[in-house]
């Protein structure tokens, strides 16, 4: 079975800092995908990043980047100079041949 | 459309009725998912229908839960005798037909079991 764990439920950064969400998942595949998804309150799952586990280089989108440790399997999210547009839920998730399997989330609050 | 559409957007009603919460996938999406989002938790898989070949319903809670699609067009999402632990929102995403393709959800909707 593949499971997902976000350990932390809620974070905050202050607006223009670095905040890392941390994501641990558990499968018996060597060929997978992760995602990071958000969720604002308009309930609309948006994607942030993907990483495949064949690549040994770290995703990156614009503000948004990836910690992939494969053999660890840790998968985490790093957001730089954050945003107050920034504020959500965001949840990890995997993926082999199957639906995606998700964690429960972290919700991330921005201060100005 | 542009992307998935779902209806109603919130959707109450009493315990012991049936509900239908309809999906409508991106034009060419293959894939179709739904998904179940309790309060304050993950997104939990239901069913997934993938072009003409037999629905992957290990994900349904109960056999009170369904799902029909018909072609690469509209799924619907059918609960019997609804409970009141049903209540949650539910989301459906559509997806090209590899692994890697990004799902695209819906806005979900927002299921109330009185």
């Known amino acids: 079975a593949q499971t997902v764990t976000q350990s932390q439920p809620e974070m905050s950064v202050q607006e223009a800092e670095t905040v890392t969400l941390s994501c641990t998942y558990d499968t018996s595949e060597s060929d997978y995908y992760l995602f990071w998804y958000k969720q604002p309150p308009s309930r609309q799952m948006i994607l942030v990043i993907r990483q495949e586990a064949y690549k040994q280089q770290n995703a990156t989108e614009n503000r948004f980047s990836v910690n992939f440790q494969k053999a660890a399997k840790s998968f985490s999210l790093k957001i730089s100079d954050s945003q107050l547009g920034d504020a959500a839920m965001y949840f990890c998730a995997l993926r082999r041949n199957t639906p995606l399997v998700f964690g429960k989330g972290t919700r991330l609050s921005v201060i100005a | 459309g542009a992307g998935v559409s779902q209806s109603p957007s919130n959707k109450v009603t009493e315990k012991g009725k049936d509900v239908e919460l309809r999906c409508d996938p991106i034009s060419g999406h293959t894939a179709l998912y739904w998904y179940r989002q309790r309060l304050g938790q993950g997104l939990e898989f239901l069913i997934y229908f993938q072009g003409n070949s037999a629905p992957d319903k290990s994900g349904l809670p109960s056999d009170r839960f369904s799902a029909e699609r018909t072609g690469e067009s509209v799924s619907t999402l059918t609960i019997q005798r609804t409970q009141q632990e049903d209540s949650a929102v539910y989301l459906c995403?559509?997806?090209?037909?590899?692994?890697?393709?990004?799902?695209?959800f819906g806005p979900g909707t927002r299921l109330t079991v009185l």
């Open positions: 995403a559509s997806s090209l037909d590899r692994v890697v393709d990004e799902q695209f």
